[in-house]
Nanobody, 125 residues
Framework: QVQLVESGGGSVQAGGSLRLSCAAS????????IAWFRQAPGRERDFVAA????????NYADSVKGRFTISRDSAKNTVYLQMNSLKPEDTAVYYC??????????????????WGQGTQVTVSS
């Protein structure tokens, strides 16, 4: 069993930055990929970014390429999402998720079995 705890959400004006953290504990040996998803009210949970747990390979949604950066600190079992040039449309609850699949599988929620509780990000215009 893997436990994930997100932190770092908050409110920021458009153009600002936030850094989200996702701390993993428990059976982390079973993790192959960590991803961030987001869900706005009335919308589906969408993929944002992913990183392979061992090798550092990354994958980004087109909507965040060039603005968001995902990284990991293997010593701390923590994954970060640095979000720059934030836009009002980035407003959502952000979730981190862990998968036993490699990063080259479709980045869809069914492929991720462990989820954090979510952290709210609000970007005002």
């Amino acid at each position: 069993q893997v436990q994930l705890v997100e932190s770092g959400g908050g409110s920021v004006q458009a153009g600002g930055s936030l850094r989200l953290s996702c701390a993993a504990s428990g059976r982390t040996i079973s993790i192959y990929t960590i991803a961030w998803f987001r869900q706005a009210p009335g919308r589906e949970r969408d993929f944002v970014a992913a990183i392979s747990w061992s090798g550092g390979r990354t994958n980004y949604a087109d909507s965040v390429k060039g603005r968001f950066t995902i990284s990991r600190d293997s010593a701390k079992n923590t994954v970060y999402l640095q979000m720059n040039s934030l836009k009002p449309e980035d407003t959502a609850v952000y979730y981190c998720a862990a998968s036993g699949h490699l990063i080259n599988v479709p980045m869809t929620p069914p492929n991720f079995r462990s989820w954090g509780q979510g952290t709210q990000v609000t970007v005002s215009s």
